[in-house]
């Protein structure tokens, strides 16, 4: 996989293409997905507990190190006034903003602001206060499973929704296979508490690695540390980036191999993550997975460039080197 230069590798270039946009769907789902669980973990903590950060801030800003050093009048005015009155100011002030950066959406930067009743802005922020209030306490009395579950189905209704309007049927094939097994975790091994969001990152954070790799690699973004490039004359360029990219080649067959035996000794073994209770093997599947893909397209780079190189062409400047 790589470009293609005559109608032959028009498919595999088609194929190449339908990979890249599964590997960015993925990605996307991946970082939201990852995005998501941390929130919702933060906001269960923080609203479950009886001093939460923000009380400790304003506890420390009246002079006192730690909780156990404050009265209890004052731990009480804090906790049950101040904070939340705070906290619903910054909210109330922050939607005030928001509602007037959509009004001046696609003006100038000197143009005036459009006209609109700041009542009604008022009223809007006023129910998003409450909005957010609501919204926080739900997440503060809901198990996570149900919580991430609805949440999932959100963000997968919203995927769906732009990859359908746009015709990236790609997209929405990856939507849907990065949702599914999501949703089977979520379903199965998540209860109330959020203590399994940690591995679940760490999972999630490997595949956005890897087939973010496996994506620079076919825009030829990968970075490259070379010396010799620089003084070579453009003639001998893409002979030089063909027997680069063999090179390449062989090093990821070799920690492919590498990756995928350690993969299948990961399987045989059959252990699990202890908080999330996910199998072991499918924070090394990405590996195994993105290697395979990149070989692909390093094979389909290394062709394009011999076929340059034969034909005396001079290629044009490319991603990132590291000199």
């Known amino acids: 996989m790589g470009e293609p230069a005559t109608d032959a590798t028009r498919p595999l270039a088609r194929l190449d293409a339908l990979t890249y946009a599964v590997e960015r769907g993925l ?3 991946a970082l ?5 669980t941390y929130f919702l973990q933060i906001v269960h903590r923080e609203m479950r507990a009886q001093v ?3 009380d400790r801030l304003a506890l420390r800003m009246h002079g006192y190190g730690s909780v156990g050093e404050a009265p209890a009048e004052l731990l009480a005015r ?3 006034r101040e904070t939340p009155i705070v906290l619903a100011v910054v909210a109330f002030v922050m939607a005030l903003l928001a509602l007037r950066t959509r009004a001046r959406a696609g003006l100038d930067a000197d143009a ?4 609109g009743s700041w009542v009604l802005r008022i009223g809007l922020s006023v129910l998003a206060v409450f909005a957010i209030w609501g919204f926080l306490e739900l997440v503060a009395v809901t198990p996570s499973r149900w919580m991430c579950l609805g949440s999932l189905a ?3 209704a919203a995927g769906l929704a732009q990859a359908l309007r746009t015709g990236a049927w790609a997209g929405a094939a990856a939507v849907l296979m990065g949702a599914a097994p999501i949703a089977w975790f979520f379903a199965t091994h998540v209860e109330e508490q959020y203590l399994w969001s940690v591995e679940l990152a760490s999972v999630l954070l490997m595949y956005v690695g890897f087939l973010g790799a496996s994506m620079a690699t076919r825009e030829r973004k990968h970075i490259r540390v070379d010396a010799v490039r620089k003084k070579l004359p453009p003639r001998h360029l893409p002979l030089y980036n063909a027997i680069g990219g063999l090179m390449t080649i062989a090093f990821c067959v070799f920690l492919g191999g590498l990756a995928l035996h350690f993969l299948l000794s990961k399987i045989e073994r059959g252990g699990t993550m202890q908080a999330s209770g996910l199998p072991e093997w499918v924070i090394s599947l990405p590996i195994a997975v993105a290697l395979a893909v990149m070989v692909l397209r390093f094979v389909g780079h290394a062709v394009h460039d011999f076929a340059m190189w034969r034909r005396g062409e001079i290629p044009e400047p490319e991603a990132m080197d590291l000199h």
């Open 52 to 54: 939460n950060a923000f």
């Open 32 to 36: 939201l997905v990852m995005t998501l």
């Open 78 to 80: 804090v906790t049950g």
């Open 27 to 29: 990605i996307t789902g």
């Open 112 to 115: 005036p602001s459009p006209p």
């Open 154 to 156: 959100v963000l997968t």
